[in-house]
């Protein structure tokens, strides 16, 4: 079945770059979403790409998509405290007349230490 | 494991009806389900936090005689809408925090794609 899969754990230093992988199997997704919460809080939209694309940057985050691989990874630059938070990956499932529905990964429990 | 599912997953209702959608997590209890509504190409918003024997936490905006929450056991939650209207359409979907091992995870369902007609 449709499956997202994506490391439970990442630890960083302030300032470093932060990289959070994802692998999916859906293929025909045409959306894939990347959302983050903050401790307590509901899940917030960072970003998205679209399929067709390879990358998409949006200040310090950089998507990246091999559709051939099924990965997405999501990079945050010059990583702060504030990044803390559980980031989800999340597909569209590429049903016809599903569209908006979303594949959820676990989460990755980001941690950066001063 | 940790298996949350919806049901139903898709429905199509004529304005002024009520709808109920069912959350259950399958194989671990929870304390604690949230309900989020989804609009096409926006984000999740949180709508209520639901825990299990006491009233459903509304977030702001949200309104709680129109979308009645019930967590009556650990492993089931339901939002009604009630009295359904055109701009009720949404994808809903609902998440469970176990209530032993893994507590810091919401586990996700599937969704439910609400129309209203």
């Known amino acids: 079945g449709e499956d997202v899969e994506q490391s439970l754990f990442l630890s960083v230093r302030e300032g470093d770059s932060s990289v959070i992988n994802c692998t999916y199997t859906?293929?025909?997704?045409?959306?894939l979403y990347w959302y983050k919460q903050e401790p307590g809080a509901g899940l917030q939209l960072l970003t998205y790409?679209?399929?067709?694309?390879d990358m998409k940057q949006d200040q310090r985050l950089t998507v990246l998509l091999n559709k051939k691989d099924k990965h997405l990874s999501l990079r945050i630059a010059d990583t702060q405290t504030g990044d803390s938070a559980i980031y989800f990956c999340?597909?569209?499932?590429?049903?016809?007349?599903?569209?908006?529905?979303?594949?959820f990964g676990k989460g990755t429990k980001l941690s950066v230490k001063p | 494991g940790a298996v949350v599912s919806q049901h139903p997953s898709w429905v199509i209702c004529k304005s002024g009806t009520s709808v109920k959608i069912e959350c259950r997590s399958l194989?671990?209890?929870?304390?604690?389900m949230f309900w989020y509504r989804q609009f096409p190409k926006q984000s999740l918003m949180l709508m209520a936090t639901?825990?299990?024997?006491?009233?459903?936490?509304?977030e702001q905006g949200v309104e709680k005689d129109k979308f009645l929450i019930n967590h009556a056991s650990l492993t089931l939650s339901t939002l009604t809408v009630t009295s359904a209207h055109p701009e009720d359409s949404s994808f809903y979907i609902c998440?469970?925090?176990?209530?032993?091992?893994?507590?810091?995870?919401?586990?996700f369902g599937p969704g439910t794609r609400l129309t209203v007609l």
């Open positions: 998440s469970a925090v176990p209530l032993a091992g893994d507590t810091d995870t919401q586990y």
């Open positions: 859906d293929s025909s997704s045409t959306y």
């Open positions: 790409i679209f399929s067709n694309m």
């Open positions: 999340a597909p569209e499932r590429g049903r016809e007349g599903s569209q908006g529905n979303l594949i």
């Open positions: 194989d671990f209890q929870a304390t604690t």
């Open positions: 639901s825990n299990e024997g006491s009233k459903a936490t509304y």
